[in-house]
């Protein structure tokens, strides 16, 4: 999600994450924000992201993420097994019982 | 790859990690500050703005924490902090630090000395390369009653074994006795081993200067050589590397030193000198069996295939060599002949094992008592720490984070206890291997290696986690409300709350019982020993001392004997001298035994019987009074037996007894050795059995010969003299060096400067034949005492502790009329029943335990109801005290003072 999140509207500090998923989630996913720190240091530490200290909207210091070009890879090759799995989950979910015979 | 990746990353921030810490804040800070801002446009009031953003946000602290765990090296960094926290705490605590640490500095040292004796000896592999190839040869005779289990082989063996075998690489024979060195300032008698060609190549140690001997040395007619070893050549001429060359005068005829063997070369009888052993071929017989056979077996020959290939050529050797003199082929022909091979460790190590083991299991169930009293003393820490740990539970401290840092405390105790122990287990094995017991083979090459080290490391580590774990299991868990309100004067507690403590003192009377009833067995069985007669009255005032009258000096017989009988008259004359002995051996002088059949002329054996082994002695007037060794019938030998070569014999009251029934009736009966060469000798006393074997074991039976005969199986045909002997002086001054001085000025003046040697006191050589009882004993007393007192402290603790607890109870008791008497009886009755169910356990254990040292014992039973007993009593009595003694001061307390106390 976030990776989805950061190709799709650039350099984003953490807030602007948070919000965005909630937004796109329609508010279905309230997590505590705080949770996602750990995942951006984890992303950022496999290379699947970048940061650098910019100014935010209201010109306070702010720390930005970028999608880096693995990350992007990355990103394709996630989407690609979600579709895999999605597509399996959805093949049973339509599934009828006559068919199967 | 991503791992890595992740790894590195992780490796780089731990080092950024307090700039990191910083920005982290500040991403927060932003986070929320932006939140707020669009709470407050969404129309919420400034604080509700704020309150909501950090609800949304969750646990800044908790965040930050898993931020942290992701981003540097969580384990190794709590692991280093959690170390510094428990040092300082450790600091803050010293007399409960020094308690726990010498404790454990105890236990562990005591289990890692014993380890290192136990690798040294058992573990190790002796110091030869490819040492488990070598083996030891010798030769049974299951035929022949009363000989050893194994004998040695003879040089007729040596060279039937070298020309014949299939199976050895190298062969070869040695035995080690003393030679003397003159020629010098101060002569000497050194150990020397007698080595015949194979037995160094067999060992495989190269020498460290010059040459090894070559088959020329070992035949007879080359030029006499000899080798050092390390010791003797540094002690002896101060490591000077011209040695090599030089001639040294031994057993009076000059040799070529020809090399010097490492320093590291360790052998059987630590021998300083080696000399080849020059057999002739010619002359040899089938016996004597005196000399050690050793080979090292050629690449992939088992031990059974080594034993067939002996046995295989011990019938050849049969039928290869004469008879030795004067005897008749049919003992050799009973006596079952067989291979004797075993692997050369087993046999130097020998039987020690049951005892080592006995000593380890014994310190190890000290090391567990050590760790249930550190466990205790940590239950009341932990318990002292009750609030501050609630209080970090509540603040989002995980379990695991909790009872890891418990952990690492204990296991910081126990790795610096790990660390005191090994400096006491380093000293005590200095002690042991500067005093210890010469039976405990392989002495000389006990020392802390790696192994031992690791053995330690492993001891402290997993005794720390023995000890840390019950803490944790009780105070680590979430169990918030109760810590927070527990504490304080709302209530005395409950008895769960001592249920763990109860259980850890009741385990150590038990092993404490177990240890104890273990020493009180050894000490019985050392009283067992005491008590019996040995053959002779109070060794510790018998000085021994061994010369020999030189061929050089006289070779006749008759010569022979008046210049000993001269050093005898010249040592009684001495001050203080009560009585002097002569004769070829004292009791209990284990290398120099000597044994053979002996025939009596009106008892004979019926078809196919062998006469049975007695022990043998050749000795002069006065030797029996002067040992104190009572004769029972008839009378001892006098100087005109000797000089006028009368046939006569004495013998010892088993002897008597097994063939004429009674000691009286043996005297004026006809004996010999061995066979027809020996004259029939009349009996003339009986004396007393004399436990030469050591007094566990059944006397031997013994034939005495006198020192001087005019015909005897072994002499030449003069006759047969003692020349190379033993003189026995009882007197107060005994061990003196005043008494020492005298006595060599006695014998140099009459033998021309022979070295004095084998010096020692009957005394001595007791003791050492109960060393291994003597040692056990010490270790099992050291155990149990150590055992005694951490379960007496344990169980003092918890009475302590109690009553500290229920001060205030025993203040309202008090106050409400109760006796100090029924109070003192409550908790007397609770430390009892703690010991109560220990020692009912541990008589438990013990029983079954106990058994396992049965072979160390003398005289007592696994289950002696005695020794039983009175440890039990002993453990109750001190448990009584122990509980009595906290309780006193409780009562003594000031009712009013004991409700203000808390």
Same mark, same amino acid.
């Given at each position: 999600m976030v990776l989805k999140t950061l190709e799709v509207l650039g350099p984003l500090h953490g807030?602007g994450i948070a919000r965005r998923i909630e937004q796109i989630s329609g !508010?279905l996913l309230?997590v505590?924000q705080?949770t996602l720190y750990p995942v951006l240091l984890k992303l950022e530490q496999e290379g699947s992201i970048a940061s650098e200290?910019?100014?935010?909207?209201?010109?306070?210091?702010?720390r930005f993420y970028r999608l880096t070009r693995q990350g992007r890879k990355q990103l394709q090759a996630e989407a690609r097994s979600w579709e895999q799995t999605a597509a399996i989950i959805e093949r049973f979910f339509t599934?009828?019982?006559? !068919?199967?015979? | 790859m991503k791992t890595l990746r992740r790894l590195f990353h992780r490796l780089t921030s731990?080092?950024?990690?307090?700039?990191?810490?910083?920005?982290?804040?500040?991403?927060?800070?932003?986070?929320?500050?932006?939140?707020?801002?669009?709470?407050?446009?969404?129309?919420?009031?400034?604080? =509700?703005?704020?309150?909501?953003?950090?609800?949304?946000?969750?646990?800044?602290?908790?965040?930050? =924490?898993s931020y942290?765990d992701q981003r540097?090296?969580?384990?190794?960094?709590?692991?280093?902090?959690?170390?510094?926290?428990?040092?300082?705490?450790?600091?803050?605590?010293?007399?409960?630090?020094?308690?726990?640490?010498?404790?454990?500095?105890?236990?562990?040292?005591?289990?890692?000395?014993?380890?290192?004796?136990?690798?040294?000896? %058992?573990?190790?592999?002796?110091?030869?390369?490819?040492?488990?190839?070598?083996?030891?040869?010798?030769?049974?005779?299951?035929?022949?009653?009363?000989?050893?289990?194994?004998?040695?082989?003879?040089?007729?063996?040596?060279?039937?074994?070298?020309?014949?075998?299939?199976?050895?690489?190298?062969?070869?024979?040695?035995?080690?006795?003393?030679?003397?060195?003159?020629?010098?300032?101060?002569?000497?008698?050194?150990?020397?081993?007698?080595?015949?060609?194979?037995?160094?190549?067999?060992?495989?140690?190269?020498?460290?200067?010059?040459?090894?001997?070559?088959?020329?040395?070992?035949?007879?007619?080359?030029?006499?050589?000899?080798?050092?070893?390390?010791?003797?050549?540094?002690?002896?001429?101060?490591?000077?590397?011209?040695?090599?060359?030089?001639?040294?005068?031994?057993?009076?005829?000059?040799?070529?030193?020809?090399?010097?063997?490492? +320093?590291?070369?360790?052998?059987?009888?630590?021998?300083?000198?080696?000399?080849?052993?020059?057999?002739?071929?010619?002359?040899?017989?089938?016996?004597?069996?005196?000399?050690?056979?050793?080979?090292?077996?050629?690449?992939? /020959?088992?031990? =059974?295939?080594?034993?067939?290939?002996?046995?295989?050529?011990?019938?050849?050797?049969?039928?290869?060599?004469?008879?030795?003199?004067?005897?008749?082929?049919?003992?050799?022909?009973?006596? %079952?002949?067989?291979?004797?091979?075993?692997?050369?460790?087993?046999?130097?190590?020998?039987?020690?094992?049951?005892?080592?083991?006995?000593?380890?299991?014994?310190?190890?169930?000290?090391?567990?008592?050590? #760790?249930?009293?550190?466990?205790?003393?940590?239950?009341?820490?932990?318990?002292?720490?009750?609030?501050?740990?609630?209080?970090?539970?509540? %603040?989002?401290?995980?379990?695991?984070?909790?009872?890891?840092?418990?952990?690492?405390?204990?296991?910081?105790?126990?790795? %610096?206890?790990?660390?005191?122990?090994?400096?006491?287990?380093?000293?005590?094995?200095?002690?042991?291997?500067?005093?210890?017991?010469?039976?405990?083979?392989?002495?000389?090459?006990?020392?802390?290696?790696?192994?031992?080290?690791?053995?330690? #490391?492993?001891?402290?580590?997993?005794?720390?986690?023995?000890?840390?774990?019950?803490?944790?299991?009780?105070?680590?868990?979430?169990?918030?409300?109760?810590?927070?309100?527990?504490?304080?004067?709302?209530?005395?507690?409950?008895?769960?709350?001592?249920?763990?403590?109860?259980?850890?003192?009741?385990?150590?009377?038990?092993?404490?019982?177990?240890?104890?009833?273990?020493?009180?067995?050894?000490?019985?069985?050392?009283?067992?020993?005491?008590?019996?007669?040995?053959?002779?009255?109070?060794?510790?005032?018998?000085?021994?001392?061994?010369?020999?009258?030189?061929?050089?000096?006289?070779?006749?017989?008759?010569?022979?004997?008046?210049?000993?009988?001269?050093?005898?008259?010249?040592?009684?004359?001495?001050?203080? /001298?009560?009585?002097?002995?002569?004769?070829?051996?004292?009791?209990?002088?284990?290398?120099?035994?000597?044994?053979?059949?002996?025939?009596?002329?009106?008892?004979?054996?019926?078809?196919?019987?062998?006469?049975?082994?007695?022990?043998?002695?050749?000795?002069?007037?006065?030797?029996?009074?002067?040992?104190?060794?009572?004769?029972?019938?008839?009378?001892?030998?006098?100087?005109?037996?000797?000089?006028?070569?009368?046939?006569?014999?004495?013998?010892?009251?088993?002897?008597?007894?097994?063939?004429?029934?009674?000691?009286?009736?043996?005297?004026?009966?006809?004996?010999?050795?061995?066979?027809?060469?020996?004259?029939?000798?009349?009996?003339?006393?009986?004396?007393?059995?004399?436990?030469?074997?050591?007094?566990? /074991?059944?006397?031997?039976?013994?034939?005495?010969?006198?020192?001087?005969?005019?015909?005897?199986?072994?002499?030449?045909?003069?006759?047969?003299?003692?020349?190379?002997?033993?003189?026995?002086?009882?007197?107060?001054?005994?061990?003196? =060096?005043?008494?020492?001085?005298?006595?060599?000025?006695?014998?140099?003046?009459?033998?021309?400067?022979?070295?004095?040697?084998?010096?020692?006191?009957?005394?001595?050589?007791?003791?050492?034949?109960?060393?291994?009882?003597?040692?056990?004993?010490?270790?099992?007393?050291?155990?149990?005492?150590?055992?005694?007192?951490?379960?007496?402290?344990?169980?003092?603790?918890?009475?302590?502790?109690?009553?500290?607890?229920?001060?205030?109870?025993?203040?309202?008791?008090?106050?409400?009329?109760?006796?100090?008497?029924?109070?003192?009886?409550?908790?007397?009755?609770?430390?009892?029943?703690?010991?109560?169910?220990?020692?009912?356990?541990?008589?438990? +254990?013990?029983?079954?335990?106990?058994?396992?040292?049965?072979?160390?014992?003398?005289?007592?039973?696994?289950?002696?109801?005695?020794?039983?007993?009175?440890?039990?009593?002993?453990?109750?009595?001190?448990?009584?005290?122990?509980?009595?003694?906290?309780?006193?001061?409780?009562?003594?307390?000031?009712?009013?003072?004991?409700?203000?106390?808390?």
């Amino acid at each position: 999600m976030v990776l989805k999140t950061l190709e799709v509207l650039g350099p984003l500090h953490g807030y602007g994450i948070a919000r965005r998923i909630e937004q796109i989630s329609g !508010d279905l996913l309230t997590v505590n924000q705080g949770t996602l720190y750990p995942v951006l240091l984890k992303l950022e530490q496999e290379g699947s992201i970048a940061s650098e200290w910019g100014a935010s909207e209201n010109n306070r210091k702010a720390r930005f993420y970028r999608l880096t070009r693995q990350g992007r890879k990355q990103l394709q090759a996630e989407a690609r097994s979600w579709e895999q799995t999605a597509a399996i989950i959805e093949r049973f979910f339509t599934a009828k019982a006559q !068919d199967l015979k | 790859m991503k791992t890595l990746r992740r790894l590195f990353h992780r490796l780089t921030s731990w080092a950024t990690s307090a700039r990191d810490e910083e920005f982290l804040r500040a991403e927060f800070e932003e986070h929320i500050a932006m939140q707020t801002a669009d709470n407050l446009r969404a129309g919420l009031s400034t604080s =509700e703005a704020r309150r909501q953003a950090l609800l949304k946000f969750g646990n800044v602290e908790a965040m930050k =924490e898993s931020y942290r765990d992701q981003r540097g090296l969580p384990l190794t960094e709590t692991l280093v902090l959690d170390t510094h926290h428990a040092l300082r705490r450790l600091r803050k605590t010293p007399v409960f630090t020094a308690a726990v640490l010498l404790t454990l500095a105890l236990g562990i040292g005591a289990n890692t000395a014993i380890f290192a004796v136990i690798d040294s000896i %058992l573990i190790r592999p002796l110091p030869y390369p490819h040492a488990e190839s070598l083996i030891r040869i010798g030769t049974a005779a299951p035929g022949l009653p009363g000989l050893p289990d194994s004998l040695g082989c003879s040089p007729s063996m040596y060279f039937t074994y070298r020309e014949e075998n299939r199976v050895f690489q190298y062969f070869g024979i040695w035995y080690v006795r003393g030679a003397s060195l003159t020629g010098i300032a101060e002569p000497e008698q050194p150990r020397a081993l007698f080595v015949t060609h194979g037995v160094l190549d067999a060992l495989g140690v190269k020498p460290l200067l010059g040459r090894w001997f070559s088959e020329a040395d070992d035949t007879p007619g080359s030029p006499e050589t000899v080798m050092l070893t390390h010791g003797y050549w540094q002690r002896r001429f101060g490591g000077d590397t011209s040695i090599v060359g030089r001639t040294l005068t031994i057993d009076s005829r000059p040799r070529a030193v020809i090399g010097v063997m490492p +320093a590291d070369f360790r052998f059987q009888g630590d021998p300083e000198l080696i000399l080849p052993q020059r057999f002739e071929r010619t002359g040899q017989s089938l016996g004597p069996f005196n000399s050690q056979g050793i080979a090292r077996l050629k690449p992939g /020959v088992t031990l =059974e295939q080594a034993s067939t290939d002996v046995a295989r050529m011990l019938g050849i050797w049969l039928y290869a060599w004469p008879l030795p003199p004067g005897m008749d082929f049919t003992p050799f022909q009973n006596a %079952l002949l067989a291979p004797r091979v075993q692997p050369l460790k087993q046999d130097i190590v020998g039987n020690i094992g049951s005892t080592l083991w006995v000593v380890m299991g014994a310190l190890g169930l000290v090391l567990l008592i050590a #760790c249930a009293n550190v466990a205790n003393l940590l239950l009341v820490r932990a318990e002292a720490r009750q609030q501050e740990l609630a209080i970090r539970a509540a %603040l989002g401290a995980g379990r695991g984070r909790i009872a890891r840092e418990m952990l690492v405390e204990s296991m910081t105790l126990g790795v %610096l206890g790990g660390a005191l122990g090994l400096g006491l287990a380093s000293a005590a094995l200095r002690l042991l291997v500067a005093r210890g017991p010469d039976t405990l083979p392989r002495l000389n090459e006990i020392g802390i290696d790696p192994f031992v080290l690791a053995f330690a #490391c492993g001891v402290s580590v997993l005794s720390g986690a023995v000890f840390g774990v019950i803490p944790v299991l009780k105070y680590a868990g979430p169990r918030v409300a109760t810590a927070l309100c527990g504490v304080g004067r709302t209530f005395s507690h409950g008895r769960e709350r001592h249920r763990v403590r109860n259980t850890l003192v009741v385990v150590q009377v038990a092993l404490a019982l177990v240890l104890l009833i273990g020493s009180g067995l050894m000490i019985r069985t050392f009283q067992q020993l005491r008590s019996v007669p040995p053959g002779f009255t109070h060794p510790e005032e018998i000085q021994i001392l061994h010369s020999t009258i030189p061929e050089s000096l006289a070779k006749e017989p008759e010569r022979v004997m008046r210049l000993q009988h001269e050093i005898l008259d010249r040592l009684a004359a001495i001050p203080g /001298v009560v009585s002097v002995g002569f004769g070829d051996a004292a009791p209990l002088e284990s290398f120099l035994r000597s044994g053979n059949p002996v025939y009596a002329e009106d008892i004979t054996l019926t078809g196919g019987q062998v006469a049975p082994i007695r022990r043998t002695r050749k000795v002069a007037p006065g030797y029996f009074k002067a040992l104190g060794t009572r004769v029972i019938a008839g009378r001892e030998f006098t100087w005109t037996d000797l000089y006028e070569k009368r046939r006569v014999a004495i013998v010892s009251e088993n002897l008597a007894r097994e063939w004429w029934g009674a000691p009286g009736a043996a005297l004026g009966k006809r004996i010999r050795e061995a066979g027809p060469a020996d004259p029939w000798r009349e009996i003339v006393g009986v004396v007393e059995d004399v436990y030469d074997n050591g007094a566990n /074991v059944k006397p031997p039976e013994f034939a005495y010969w006198p020192a001087l005969m005019d015909q005897y199986i072994w002499g030449g045909k003069d006759g047969a003299a003692v020349s190379f002997g033993m003189f026995a002086i009882r007197s107060s001054r005994t061990a003196t =060096e005043g008494l020492l001085a005298e006595a060599q000025q006695a014998i140099w003046s009459v033998n021309g400067r022979q070295p004095v040697f084998l010096i020692t006191t009957l005394k001595t050589l007791y003791d050492q034949s109960m060393a291994r009882t003597s040692f056990t004993l010490v270790m099992l007393a050291l155990a149990g005492g150590m055992a005694l007192v951490l379960g007496i402290v344990g169980l003092y603790g918890v009475i302590a502790y109690v009553v500290s607890q229920r001060t205030r109870e025993i203040g309202i008791r008090t106050v409400l009329g109760a006796q100090p008497a029924e109070i003192l009886a409550t908790f007397v009755r609770h430390g009892l029943l703690l010991a109560g169910i220990g020692t009912a356990l541990g008589l438990m +254990a013990a029983a079954g335990l106990t058994r396992l040292m049965s072979s160390l014992l003398f005289g007592v039973t696994a289950l002696d109801p005695v020794t039983y007993l009175a440890v039990s009593a002993l453990l109750v009595a001190a448990a009584v005290l122990a509980s009595y003694l906290p309780t006193r001061r409780a009562i003594a307390v000031d009712p009013v003072q004991a409700l203000r106390a808390e």
